[in-house]
């Protein structure tokens, strides 16, 4: 689920920067040093949507650097057990696979996939159904529910099914 | 009120007997050599032991288990291991109560008889119990619901595999190491697609349920297979069980209520039936295990000592003397404990009963006349200062009684908590004389213990005055002083 919170960060920046430009600077600072990250706590930061105040700086000693206290607004990416989540396919195994939403990693156990999905690995390593209609198989987009989250301080990782109605493939791999 | 047992209640009890508990109750341990002797394995041969015991429970109520051992011809120690069991698993409810302690057991620290017991482990095992058990049947039926519900929770949702947390096992047998799939991007090796053990690099295998056990998807399903079997099977044979819960359910269920409650409870009935002239023939048959309650739940007998020596004075058997304002027409006066009054009650008795209206009047203003005379004569004139105006007041006797009761409110009234007269000591006396006078004390006086010796020492020098603690337990009518004897105020 996306979400948008404000949050602050300590951003220290060398003295060359100082001039002019230096709010754009700390901002650039900002978004690069942010985004991409994530924190236990709240998810996923996927982007800074606006500053909202900078500090004034305080110069440190010894170094000449100044650090500002930053307060910005940003969309985060936290996933809970029961979500529904679109994913695609990064790698097929024996044991299952494991998909991407985003920057959150799935993986979906082999006994959370339907039976009648049977692993092939003639071509890739891919479940296909007993029709034969239906692969997953790198790149495959599913949907799936999330059904275990492990949080730690900086990395969420999920445990998804597929085994249930209205959930599995639904797209190929784009060529 | 007696609680009848409907037959519906019986026959679960008897069904779940036999579909739980037809094995050894309580099951055998297996790492537990097998017996023996022939004695040892005949007192080890607990198989369908609790269905005997269930059935003959069904036909009581609170029981002793002495006497139930004694029924059903089992060693005593066999019997309440299953007893045991049975209340663990909530089928029945025990109680224990102390046993009054004999001469031999008696060390003083015990507690007393009669005493209820919370948890037969906690205390010494040198006091006897008497343990009593019904059949707890409102907990009974909840446990037989829940266990039920359970098993089929247990077999859904094993045969549904939803469980969304897959285990992994590490074969190895030193390692043992449990994986779930939350920690999949750290096991999957991207070589092989498996699963590897963090430690010791082996391939992990997917747990199949709860248990130990470990397979692929072949034999998972084959593990699925079975157990829809064996839930079709168990919902076969339970049937009867589930039938007879549904039924039993919205029945009032019986319930014996607290052991103390139960023999209070029989004990009123009987004396109800014993009135009623109904005699107690089904009540003949418990009127043993009876006996034991009562012997151990007996009240405690509180004697309410007024005004301590001035009342022992009296003679004990003399009648008490009716205070004057409560004295009303037509009443007879008795006095206190003269041989004259009784005559004179015995007289006008035999006249009453023969004689006419006139003849009783007669002779009751005489009896009357008399006992007036004597009593102010006894007294000396002590009953001049009543209030003339308390005549009428009849309100409340019982307190004014009190009050008036001669030395009542001086002394403060004594209860005394009734003692079973402690056996005497021989050997001790001498030794008390001993310690009255320090300065010749034998160091070790005939056997006196070394813990007791210190004691003896303080309480020495103030030996006139007061009872060293050992003594209360005594005869405490030796005592002068009232006041060291153990004492509750009276509220």
């Known amino acids: 689920m996306f979400f948008v919170l404000e949050l602050d960060k300590e951003i220290e920046l060398p003295p060359r920067f100082f001039g002019p430009r230096l709010r754009e600077t700390l901002e650039q600072k900002l978004h690069s040093e942010v985004e991409g990250t994530c924190s236990g706590a709240y998810g996923f930061i996927i982007c800074v949507v606006s500053t909202e105040s900078v500090s004034k700086g305080i110069i440190r000693e010894g170094t000449g650097s100044a650090s500002f206290n930053v307060k910005y607004k940003c969309v985060v990416f936290r996933p809970f057990r029961g979500e529904v989540l679109d994913a695609v396919v990064t790698q097929v195994n024996k044991v299952g696979f494991f998909a991407e939403a985003g920057p959150l990693q799935i993986f979906v156990s082999s006994h959370l996939i339907p039976e009648d999905f049977e692993l092939t690995t003639a071509d890739e390593p891919s479940f296909v159904s007993a029709d034969g209609e239906v692969r997953i198989q790198l790149g495959s987009e599913v949907r799936l529910r999330v059904v275990g989250t492990r949080i730690d301080a900086s990395d969420i990782f999920c445990v998804g099914t597929i085994k249930e109605d209205y959930l599995g493939v639904i797209g190929d791999p784009q060529a | ?491």
């Open chain 2, 1 to 491: 009120m007696s609680v009848t047992v409907p037959a519906s209640f019986k026959t679960l009890v008897k069904l779940v007997a036999k579909a739980f508990y037809s094995g050894d109750v309580p099951p055998r341990d297996p790492n537990e050599p097998p017996p023996t002797t022939a004695k040892a394995k005949q007192q080890a041969e607990y198989k369908g032991l609790a269905i005997v015991v269930l059935n003959a429970l069904l036909n009581r109520e609170w029981t002793s288990e002495d006497d139930l051992a004694r029924d059903l011809k089992l060693h005593p120690k066999q019997l309440r291991k299953t007893l045991r069991y049975l209340e663990q698993d909530h089928i029945l409810q025990r109680e224990h109560i102390k046993k009054a302690r004999t001469r031999k057991q008696d060390d003083g620290t015990d507690g007393t008889a009669g005493e209820v017991v919370e948890d037969e482990d906690d205390i010494n095992p040198r006091v006897q119990l008497n343990s009593f058990c019904s059949i707890d049947y409102p907990a009974l039926l909840d446990m037989v619901q829940l266990r039920l519900h359970l098993m089929h929770k247990y077999l859904k949702d094993s045969v549904q595999d939803q469980d969304p947390i897959q285990e992994y096992l590490c074969p190895t047998p030193d390692c043992g190491s449990r994986y779930t799939t939350l920690q999949a991007p750290f096991l999957i090796d991207l070589t092989d697609g498996l699963f590897h053990c963090e430690r010791c690099g082996a391939v992990l295998q997917a747990a199949l349920g709860r248990g130990g056990e470990v397979g692929d998807e072949a034999s998972r399903r084959q593990r699925r297979a079975d157990l829809k079997n064996l839930q079709a099977r168990m919902d076969a044979q339970l049937k009867p069980l589930t039938d007879q819960v549904a039924r039993v359910k919205d029945m009032r269920i019986p319930d014996f209520g607290s052991l103390k409650d139960w023999a209070a409870d029989n004990k009123a009935r009987e004396a109800r039936a014993a009135n009623g002239g109904r005699g107690g023939g089904g009540g003949a048959g418990r009127a043993n295990g009876l006996q034991g309650i009562d012997d151990e739940y007996r009240e405690t007998q509180v004697e309410v000592d007024m005004g301590g020596g001035a009342s022992s004075a009296q003679p004990s058997a003399a009648p008490k003397e009716i205070p004057r304002w409560l004295w009303r027409e037509g009443m007879n006066v008795p006095k206190p404990g003269t041989a004259e009054a009784a005559a004179a009650d015995a007289k006008e008795d035999a006249k009453q009963a023969d004689g006419t209206a006139a003849d009783v009047q007669e002779a009751y203003v005489t009896a009357w006349m008399e006992a007036v005379r004597r009593q102010q004569e006894a007294l000396g004139g002590a009953t001049t200062d009543v209030m003339p105006e308390q005549k009428e007041d009849v309100e409340g006797p019982a307190r004014k009684r009190i009050k008036t009761e001669s030395g009542a409110e001086a002394a403060g009234p004594a209860i005394k908590a009734e003692v079973k007269p402690e056996p005497s000591f021989p050997e001790e006396e001498p030794e008390w004389e001993d310690a009255a006078h320090p300065a010749g004390q034998p160091a070790a006086a005939a056997g006196q213990t070394a813990a007791q010796e210190p004691e003896w020492e303080d309480a020495a020098p103030q030996a006139g005055q007061e009872e060293p603690e050992w003594e209360d337990a005594g005869p405490s009518q030796a005592h002068d002083d009232g006041e060291d004897d153990l004492q509750w105020e009276d509220t």
